[in-house]
């Protein structure tokens, strides 16, 4: 626990700092993030699946952040995005006919396709989000406000876990999340939107930040209990140990790939309805 605390208290700092300051620090940020992930992501692979070509995963999911970082609206993130994809599908594809040979073809398809939108795709609504209002105020506010409920949900739900979980929520994929520990997560996603709120000018009613952070307290543990199922399948217990307490950078993310895209779409709704 000790190495946990100490690498946070280090390292959400650092993460605040270039969120605020946004531009290409920013963008430098998550580019490295989605590269290092993508390298993690191929590794966890089934047995018998065979390796896959993780520079070619780290350009796709490069050229995906790159993509959203440019997009200038849902619709141009959509249609940009899947550009990307479709050009990375043919690419994928043409090397696994000409190079993979090992077992369990269609598995290794699934990973070396699906990784750079579960990873590039979705980290890159971070970008997105930050330039909501064109790299003002309001998408800066929103970033931090997406990351600081995740990581109050995880931190809720780790302790209110430790302390009063009893029931196990998803025995066969995370035996040590619990119900109690998931609810306690929930109940800190809450609290924490609605001080943000107040804190910050989200420029929406204070009941609608609630909401936004009660599905926050949702989408965070979903995107942890994938992340668990994808570890269980590769038989590790971490995807890597680049941070002391907290195992590799999708370790730290898996959560937050699935809660900024659900902050992003709500609030884009919000401001464009």
């Known amino acids: 626990m000790l190495p946990r605390v100490l690498t946070a208290l280090v390292g959400t700092p650092i993460l605040l700092t270039l969120v605020w300051w946004g531009g290409i620090s920013l963008a430098a940020l998550v580019v490295l993030a989605a590269a290092l992930s993508i390298r993690e992501f191929y590794r966890l692979l089934p047995p018998e699946t065979g390796p896959l070509p993780i520079a070619l995963g780290m350009v796709w999911t490069t050229a ?7 997009a200038s609206g849902t619709l141009d993130l959509l249609i940009v995005s899947g550009g990307i994809w479709v050009s990375g599908v043919f690419v994928a ?36 989000l930050r330039g909501l209002d064109g790299g003002g105020s309001l998408g800066r506010d929103w970033l931090i406000f ?4 995740t990581f109050a949900t995880d931190s809720g739900a ?37 001080v943000l709120g107040a804190i910050f000018d989200l420029r929406i009613p204070l009941w609608q930040v609630g909401v936004i952070g009660a599905v926050v307290g949702v989408a965070a543990q979903w995107g942890d209990l ?10 590790v217990k971490d995807a890597g140990n680049l941070f002391p307490g907290h195992g590799g950078i999708l370790d730290r993310l898996d959560s937050i790939v699935i809660s900024v895209p659900a902050v992003y779409y709500l609030v884009a709704t919000v401001f464009t309805s």
Do not use: D
């Open 226 to 235: 994938l992340e668990s199922k994808l570890k269980r399948i590769a038989g």
């Open 64 to 70: 995906l952040v790159v993509g959203a970082s440019a």
């Open 158 to 194: 780790c302790f209110t876990g430790r302390l009063l979980g009893r029931r196990p929520l998803a025995p066969t994929v995370s035996p040590g999340k619990t119900w109690e520990g998931s609810a306690g997560g929930f109940v800190f996603a809450v609290a924490a939107a609605l």
């Open 146 to 149: 997406a990351v600081l409920v």
């Open 93 to 128: 594809l043409l090397w696994m006919i000409a190079f993979h040979s090992a077992r369990r073809r269609l598995t290794a398809v699934i990973y070396l396709l699906g990784g750079p939108i579960y990873i590039g795709f979705l980290l890159g609504h971070s970008l997105a």
